[in-house]
C-alpha cells in the first residue's frame, strides 16, 4: 500500500507539471528520427520534449526494466538473494534472440543472471529470474501486470518477461517514463547494474560481453538503462544521464527513444536529445529538500504555524536564460484547523514563467501537529468567529 501511494505522489507531480515545450517561448527540439520520443528531467519532474508518446509500441527488450523492478522488490523483501542459486530451465535455455549462454547443468546465482539481463539483454537469463521469482513464467506475467497498475501503467499490457514480439504486448513513451522514474527512484542500490559496460559468466563466450547501450562508452555521464529490439519495435533505447551544475548538485535526464533505424542511430539520437536539454534548459532549484515554503497560521493544534514544503527539493526546469521570470504563489486552505500528520497534502505550489502557467507543485505538512487540549482549541473557535 505504501508504495501504492507513493506511485501515485508521483503520478499527481507528473501530472501537475506543463511540457516546458508547449510554451511558445520555449527552445525547440532538435530533429530527431524516430517513430516516438520523450526527453524528461528527472530532477525537476518536467518533460521537456515529445513526441507521439502515448502511442502504442512494441516493447522489445525494453520489457526487462520491468522484469528489474519486480526482481529487485523480491531481493529486498528477502525472498531471493544474489548470491542464491537458480536453476536453468529448459525453457530459459531454448529462449531466441538475446542470450547469456547458460544452459540446464548450471545453477547460476542471481546476481549473475541480473548482470546477464541487464548486460548482455539476455532472454535465457529474463526466463530463469521469472521463474525464480514468480515460479512460472506465466505467474510472473501476472505479477507484472499489477505492477504495472500499481504504476499508473494504465496502457501498458505484458504478455512475457523477455520482451519477444506477441499480440498484445504493448506500452507507450509515457509509460516507460514512469517506469524508468521508479526504478530509479525506488531501487537506486542496484542501479549500478545498468552502468555496467561488460560482462560474461565462466564457461559462456566473452565475445557476448559488451553492453548494447553505445551511450556508456561514448559518454561517462550516461549511467544506464536499457535497450531494445526486434523487427517490430525498431531500435530502442531509455538513456539517462546525471550531470553537476553549479548550485543544483547533480541533474538527472531520462530519454526515451523508440523505433529507430538503427543501433547506431537510436545511439545518436538519444544522445542528441540528452544534450540538447542540459544546454536548452536550465534547472533552477526553488526550495531545498526539508525547506519550509511557507509557513502559515494553524488554529486549534499545539503549535501556533504549521511548516509546509516537499521532502524532496523543488527543482523547476526553464528555457536557457529565463530564471529572472520566475514567480510562484500558493494556493491551500484558508484556515488551516488542526490536525495535521506528517506529509499530508496542503494545497500545491504554483509555478509561473513570466504570465504562464509552468507547473503546480503538491505541498505537504513537513511535521505532524496535534490538536490543542479543550480550552485551546474554545479559545481558537472564538478567534475564528469573531475573525
Not at 526553464?318 to 495535521?340: E, F
Not at 509552468?358 to 479559545?379: D, F, I, N, S, T
Request: one cysteine or more.
Amino acid at each position: 500500500m505504501k508504495r501504492i501511494l507513493s506511485a501515485l505522489r508521483f503520478l499527481a507531480v507528473l501530472a501537475a507539471l506543463v511540457p516546458a515545450a508547449a510554451h511558445a517561448q520555449a527552445p525547440q527540439p532538435p530533429e530527431i528520427a524516430a517513430r516516438s520520443y520523450l526527453l524528461f528531467d528527472v530532477t525537476a519532474n518536467q518533460l521537456l520534449a515529445t513526441k507521439d508518446i502515448d502511442a502504442p509500441v512494441d516493447q522489445a527488450s525494453l520489457t526487462k526494466l520491468m522484469t528489474g523492478y519486480l526482481v529487485f522488490d523480491a531481493l529486498r523483501s528477502r525472498k531471493i538473494s544474489l548470491a542464491q542459486k537458480l536453476p536453468v530451465s529448459p525453457r530459459a535455455w531454448k529462449m531466441p534472440g538475446s542470450r547469456m549462454f547458460i544452459d540446464p547443468k548450471m545453477q547460476v546465482p542471481v546476481g549473475d543472471l541480473i548482470q546477464g539481463m541487464v548486460v548482455q539483454s539476455g532472454n535465457d537469463a529474463t526466463i530463469a529470474l521469472a521463474e525464480g521469482v514468480g515460479g512460472t513464467v506465466e505467474n510472473f506475467v501476472r505479477l507484472m501486470n499489477e505492477q504495472a497498475k500499481a504504476l499508473g501503467m494504465n496502457a501498458t499490457s505484458y504478455k512475457n518477461p523477455e520482451g519477444l514480439t506477441e499480440p498484445g504486448h504493448t506500452s507507450t513513451a509515457r509509460d516507460l517514463s514512469v517506469l524508468a522514474t521508479r526504478l530509479m527512484k525506488d531501487f537506486p542500490e542496484y542501479m549500478h547494474y545498468y552502468a555496467t559496460k561488460r560482462y560474461s559468466y565462466p564457461g559462456t563466450p566473452t565475445s557476448n560481453s559488451s553492453n548494447r547501450n553505445m551511450l556508456l562508452f561514448r559518454d561517462p555521464t550516461v549511467d544506464g538503462l536499457k535497450t531494445g529490439h526486434t523487427d517490430a519495435a525498431g531500435y530502442c533505447l531509455v538513456a539517462t544521464s546525471r550531470r553537476e551544475f553549479p548550485g543544483l548538485g547533480q541533474r538527472r535526464l531520462l530519454s526515451i527513444v523508440l523505433g529507430a533505424a538503427s543501433e547506431n542511430a537510436r545511439a545518436n539520437e538519444s544522445q542528441k536529445l540528452l544534450n540538447w536539454g542540459y544546454t536548452a534548459f536550465d534547472a533552477v532549484k526553488l526550495f531545498d529538500a526539508g525547506q519550509a515554503v511557507a509557513t502559515p497560521d494553524i488554529w486549534k493544534g499545539r503549535e501556533n504555524q504549521l511548516r509546509i514544503g516537499r521532502e524532496e527539493a523543488i527543482v523547476v526546469a526553464i528555457p536557457a536564460g529565463s530564471a529572472g521570470k520566475i514567480s510562484t504563489r500558493i494556493a491551500r486552505p484558508d484556515p488551516l484547523v488542526a490536525p495535521y500528520t506528517k506529509g499530508q497534502s496542503i494545497g500545491t505550489l504554483e509555478v509561473m514563467l513570466g504570465d504562464q502557467a509552468l507547473g503546480k507543485v503538491p505541498l505537504v505538512a513537513l511535521e505532524g501537529v496535534e490538536q490543542a487540549g479543550m480550552w485551546g482549541r474554545a479559545w481558537d473557535a472564538l478567534r475564528l468567529w469573531i475573525r
